[in-house]
């Protein structure tokens, strides 16, 4: 009976003391608040809140290492064929290289949108010929040594349109134009015996494109963008071709600055003809890409329904 009182007497004062620890314990602190905090619901988020997605514009810059696969064929308008070069292993062009790579984005409203691309790669090489080059107006006999040289530039303007515009998705078609500018020589090297003389070889290529395009939106973080381009037509002496494709992941640092890595690919089938020359060039590349982008302007309303 004792223990039993003693008992009684312990439990009346433990249990306010417990009341009073229980009711001093904040709420926001409280289990299911810890849990709300610790852990992002990603579909409760609001989309176009996030700092780095659909903003009226976004530039971009980094670099690219493409892998190059280039063949090359010069001759003249008065009959005389060149021979059919293969720069990487005719002429001593390494396959790898890098370059600068830069983009900018106007999202026009909240279907509408305008991309401008540019893209720049200066090679060279210099090798002893192997077999018998006939390039422009000369003949490039076996053992001369001889300095060559691939210098491009790309520029790209593309208009994209959305037939689905989602917070977290969008994917439509795309319209626009690269522009080659090529120019492409080869000469003898100074040291040789026999005369010095070179030729060269420069275009400018429009070739129009369509495609389509989609941007996902991951996580609050992580954004996915791909691309694919394709179009083969004749405007006045070009006879050309274009296959491209992007697949890039955005991770956004801070803000409105996001790093990006993704894979490009390019390939282009151009016959021209100048003055006295008439060109064959058929070059294809791929590779990764790093780069930044900053997001600026309002957010661009997107609706779920």
Same mark, same amino acid.
């Given at each position: 009976?004792? *223990?039993?009182?003693?008992?009684?007497?312990?439990?009346?004062?433990?249990?306010?003391?417990?009341?009073?620890?229980?009711?001093? /314990?904040?709420?926001?602190?409280?289990?299911?608040?810890?849990?709300?905090?610790?852990?992002?619901?990603? &579909?409760?988020?609001?989309? +176009?809140?996030?700092?780095?997605?659909?903003?009226?514009?976004?530039? =971009?810059? $980094?670099?690219?290492?493409?892998?190059? +696969?280039? &063949?090359?064929?010069?001759?003249?308008?008065?009959?005389?064929?060149?021979?059919?070069?293969?720069?990487?292993?005719?002429?001593?062009?390494? *396959?790898?290289?890098?370059?600068?790579?830069?983009?900018?984005?106007?999202?026009?409203?909240?279907?509408?949108?305008?991309?401008?691309?540019?893209?720049?790669?200066?090679?060279?090489?210099?090798?002893t010929l192997q077999k018998e080059i006939d390039f422009g107006?000369? =003949? %490039?006999?076996?053992?001369?040594?001889?300095?060559?040289?691939?210098?491009? &530039?790309?520029?790209? /303007?593309?208009?994209?349109?959305?037939?689905?515009? *989602?917070?977290?998705?969008?994917?439509?078609?795309?319209? $626009?134009?690269?522009?080659?500018?090529?120019?492409?020589?080869?000469?003898?090297?100074?040291?040789?015996? /026999?005369?010095? %003389?070179?030729?060269?070889? +420069?275009? =400018?290529?429009?070739?129009?494109?369509? $495609?389509?395009?989609?941007?996902?939106?991951?996580?609050?973080?992580?954004?996915?963008?791909?691309?694919?381009n394709y179009l083969a037509l004749k405007i006045d002496n /070009?006879?050309?071709?274009?296959?491209?494709?992007?697949?890039?992941?955005?991770?956004?640092?801070? &803000?409105?600055?996001?790093?990006?890595?993704?894979?490009?690919?390019?390939?282009?089938?151009?016959?021209?003809?100048?003055?006295?020359?008439?060109?064959?060039? *058929?070059?294809?590349?791929?590779?990764?890409?790093?780069?930044?982008?900053?997001?600026?302007?309002?957010?661009?309303?997107?609706?779920?329904?």
């Amino acid at each position: 009976m004792k *223990k039993l009182f003693y008992f009684l007497i312990l439990s009346s004062f433990c249990l306010p003391i417990q009341a009073q620890i229980t009711a001093e /314990i904040p709420v926001q602190h409280s289990l299911p608040s810890l849990q709300e905090t610790s852990s992002e619901d990603f &579909q409760d988020y609001d989309v +176009n809140e996030l700092p780095w997605h659909a903003r009226r514009f976004k530039v =971009t810059a $980094g670099a690219f290492f493409p892998v190059n +696969n280039t &063949q090359i064929q010069v001759g003249t308008n008065n009959g005389k064929h060149g021979t059919e070069i293969d720069l990487e292993d005719d002429l001593g062009f390494s *396959k790898s290289s890098s370059s600068f790579m830069g983009t900018f984005d106007w999202r026009i409203s909240r279907r509408s949108r305008l991309g401008f691309e540019y893209f720049a790669l200066d090679r060279s090489s210099s090798k002893t010929l192997q077999k018998e080059i006939d390039f422009g107006e000369h =003949t %490039y006999e076996i053992n001369t040594r001889v300095s060559a040289f691939f210098d491009v &530039q790309i520029a790209r /303007i593309a208009y994209g349109y959305a037939f689905l515009s *989602k917070p977290k998705y969008e994917a439509g078609l795309l319209i $626009g134009a690269h522009v080659l500018f090529a120019d492409l020589g080869m000469r003898v090297e100074a040291n040789q015996a /026999i005369a010095e %003389y070179r030729d060269s070889f +420069n275009f =400018t290529a429009p070739l129009p494109d369509v $495609g389509i395009w989609g941007e996902f939106v991951l996580t609050k973080r992580f954004g996915l963008y791909v691309n694919a381009n394709y179009l083969a037509l004749k405007i006045d002496n /070009i006879d050309g071709r274009i296959i491209s494709y992007n697949l890039a992941l955005s991770y956004n640092v801070y &803000q409105n600055l996001s790093l990006t890595a993704g894979y490009t690919g390019l390939n282009f089938k151009v016959d021209t003809e100048r003055d006295r020359l008439n060109g064959y060039l *058929k070059w294809g590349y791929n590779g990764p890409t790093i780069s930044a982008a900053y997001t600026f302007g309002n957010h661009v309303k997107l609706y779920k329904h």
